[in-house]
């Protein structure tokens, strides 16, 4: 197993080494889907959480997100991506197996005290390893093919990600039809599961070429690095829409598991359908919104998308009013499609526009100031959301159209916020707000939104044209990538010049 970084990678090993990126994506992705979520929150709740501690359990990993700027000065010094990576990596997987143990030594009354100690742990370890993997992978992978490689990357982990919950929620189901020990075991073993995966993806991650670190020589001291990327102004105006649109977002999403298993009393089974129908609304979009931002920009996606998905949170308002009612069901699949339509691209262009925004040479600064403001925001955000859960969960607006007339009286209920639905409702203006600032960020590339959904449905003519043509599904699943490989091999010999 090598180390050490080298000055020049030869074409294969650029190749190979994006191959196994490919190849980490998927065990990677099967781990983080059987240890968070909704198995963490279901067992959490089974330790008695409330919505603070959920709240908490949601802001844990992105307020350790903060020891990235610690970790920096480890990467400058050590220069060693590679071996920072993998060791604080196995010790983020390790700490999952040591949560699955929970149940077995620990009393309900006292594990959820274990279980947060062990998540700050999780997390503290998972953010120094990733603060070395962003600007490993920063260094490796070619400007030109970032938005097609990350979407062939999410695509395919998204497909494990999907089979694996959909697994996993019908294991916990046979396991209570059987009657077996206390459910939250079975939720031991998921985490086991999940540890065993994430041990597979180390094996992938010690098998990819690290390139010698791209420094610029510079006088500046350690603080003075870090103002760097706020008196870029572009990059600030990015910074600033980053923070509001997280803080929005992750005001509401930590929530909708609850918000479906307590309020609207859905099986979990359900629940884990719902949210992959988003996320197999999300691969579909992977190709279109990569296509996109590759031909355009990504900021031209994001304006796109962002609107989208403000529009999500605002429709769960009416999935309850106050309670479930005939359009419900409608609504939430509704939801979740758009969801997963937008949160493709939102999730690949904010990554994209970061990277490309970073000037070469200065990548550890801004992508680790870029991922402190939004911990900050992604961390604030549900534990203001669980602080006062209880202030708005006793609290209610409704609005009633009431028609009176001499044969009598009827009334039609078409707003009913209670508890969470306030939220919904906040977290939709500072959605709005943040748009503002993407409007002021500048990228090569840009056009008018008109353009952009002119070429958006064109794409989406192209993928329902394929979806209703007989024998074309395996067409459609490996269109997004057979352009890909064949675009490898035409150009492997160019990687050289590419760096």
């Not at 509001?244 to 609207?264: D, G």
């Not at 707000?433 to 002119?454: A, R």
């Amino acid at each position: 197993m090598d180390f050490q970084p080298k000055e020049k990678l030869e074409d294969i090993e650029i190749i190979n080494s994006l191959k196994n990126v490919t190849r980490d994506g998927y065990f990677s992705q099967i781990m983080v889907v059987l240890t968070t979520g909704p198995f963490l929150i279901s067992f959490a709740l089974i330790l008695n959480a409330n919505l603070f501690i959920i709240g908490l359990i949601a802001a844990i990993p992105s307020l350790l997100r903060l020891l990235q700027i610690p970790s920096i000065y480890l990467v400058e010094r050590i220069q060693n991506r590679k071996r920072i990576t993998l060791i604080f990596l196995i010790v983020y997987r390790s700490f999952i197996f040591i949560t699955a143990l929970i149940p077995i030594f620990f009393s309900i009354n006292i594990g959820l005290m274990f279980l947060l100690i062990f998540l700050v742990l999780q997390s503290a370890s998972a953010s120094i390893g990733h603060t070395a993997w962003n600007s490993w992978m920063h260094d490796l992978i070619p400007y030109q093919k970032l938005g097609i490689f990350y979407s062939k990357r999410i695509f395919l982990s998204t497909i494990m990600g999907i089979i694996s919950s959909l697994s996993a929620s019908f294991f916990l189901n046979i396991w209570n039809s059987f009657q077996f020990n206390d459910e939250i075991y079975a939720y031991s073993v998921l985490f086991i599961l999940g540890y065993i995966f994430g041990m597979i993806s180390i094996f992938f991650i010690s098998k990819i070429s690290e390139p010698s670190m791209i420094t610029v020589k510079s006088d500046l001291k350690f603080f003075q690095k870090l103002k760097e990327p706020f008196k870029d102004v572009n990059y600030r105006r990015l910074l600033r829409f980053l923070f509001l649109w997280n803080f929005s977002i992750n005001l509401t999403t930590p929530f909708f598991a609850v918000y479906m298993l307590e309020k609207l009393e859905l099986d979990l089974m359900l629940v884990v359908i719902l949210m992959n129908i988003s996320q197999i609304i999300n691969l579909l979009f992977l190709r279109v919104w990569g296509y996109l931002s590759d031909k355009f920009s990504n900021k031209s996606v994001l304006g796109i998308s962002c609107p989208l998905f403000l529009f999500c949170i605002v429709l769960w308002v009416f999935t309850s009013l106050p309670s479930i009612y005939l359009l419900t069901f409608p609504l939430l699949i509704t939801i979740h499609i758009l969801m997963g339509i937008s949160m493709a691209g939102i999730t690949l262009s904010t990554g994209n526009v970061t990277l490309k925004l970073t000037p070469r040479g200065k990548a550890n600064w801004y992508l680790a100031i870029t991922a402190v403001i939004n911990s900050i925001a992604l961390g604030i955000a549900p534990l203001i959301g669980g602080a006062f859960s209880d202030i708005f969960e006793n609290s209610e607006l409704s609005w009633t159209f009431i028609w009176t007339s001499p044969n009598g009286s009827s009334q039609f209920q078409v707003l009913n916020l209670q508890g969470l639905d306030f939220f919904f409702i906040i977290a939709f203006f500072i959605g709005f707000l943040s748009l503002y600032q993407l409007v002021l960020v500048k990228e090569e590339g840009e056009v008018k939104n008109k353009i952009l959904i002119y070429e958006f449905f064109f794409e989406l003519k192209r993928i329902m044209k394929n979806v209703f043509h007989l024998g074309s599904y395996q067409k459609i699943l490996l269109n997004p990538f057979n352009r890909i490989n064949n675009h490898s091999k035409k150009n492997s010999k160019n990687f050289k010049n590419e760096e």
